[in-house]
């Protein structure tokens, strides 16, 4: 069985694939924070990780040889601090780790990174450390979110779609993480009102929805307990393998895609 993960390797491996020729990277980025009472610390990090190696595999059986680089698993989880276990990067931090990472990576000869980020709470920092990378070396790194990428099958999805909810626990289902179905439970599945409820500043046109349409506003984060007790934002209850399955079957290809592209286009 190919091996894809490339801390598994022995630098002897690594040299032998570097030489061989490897056509992407994927550098997994999840988080170490509270995923309501169902579901484990890790739960974005077993994301990221489930999808990248789908798409090794899936990319090797279209000719592609990809590898799998160490997942980031301590990045910006400052708003879940309220919650025990949670960890936190400050967002200099994590763009300086961002670009040291993909240094490193560069520095073996790695020329495409793809970064498969699975903690919506990177998002904003991850843009602009993609844009400041290609600034500042002149280097372009990718970066791909499930959520985007499977966007026609999330907008599907009812609620809030911010955390530990449907979407996001039927795609632990499906990639196999610990998921304690009995304890799933809803919450803030209005969460501007919770934030309003909260006593904090608010507005009606706030995007407080990963599906709000129509005119918005974006808003911060806020502390998440002070909106939800149990750290979930939308309705943990409704998920299903059979979903998360069906978010992948949409995903994977694309992912493939994206490594193709890449591979194809970008300069020697
Ligand atoms: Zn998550």
Known sequence: M?????????WKEVEAVIAEGVDAILLPIGTTEQ????????????IARGIAERAAKAAEEAGLRVLIAPTLNVTLSWYHMQYPGSMRLSTTTFLQVFNEVCESLHHHGFRNVIVVNGHGGNVAA?????????ETTARRVFLLQWWELAGDIIGTVEGPGI???????????AVGQRVLMEEATIDAW??????????HTWTSLGKYNLA?????????MDMLRDIS????????????????????????????????????????
Do not use: F, W
């Open 2 to 10: 190919t091996e894809y993960y490339m801390e598994r390797m022995t």
């Open 35 to 46: 995923h309501g009472p169902h579901m484990p610390l890790d739960t974005d990090c077993i």
């Open 126 to 134: 991850l843009s602009v450390a993609v844009n400041y990378y290609l």
């Open 163 to 173: 955390h530990a909810e449907e979407a996001e626990t039927s795609i632990a289902l």
């Open 190 to 199: 209005d969460r501007g009102e919770a934030v309003k409820e909260a006593g």
């Open 212 to 220: 709000h349409k129509g005119p918005g506003v974006t808003v911060p």
């Open 229 to 268: 007790e149990s750290g979930v934002v939308g309705d943990a209850r409704r998920a299903t393998p059979e979903l998360g399955q069906r978010i992948l079957d949409a995903l994977i290809p694309r992912v493939v895609t994206v490594i193709k592209d890449m591979s194809k286009t970008a300069p020697e």
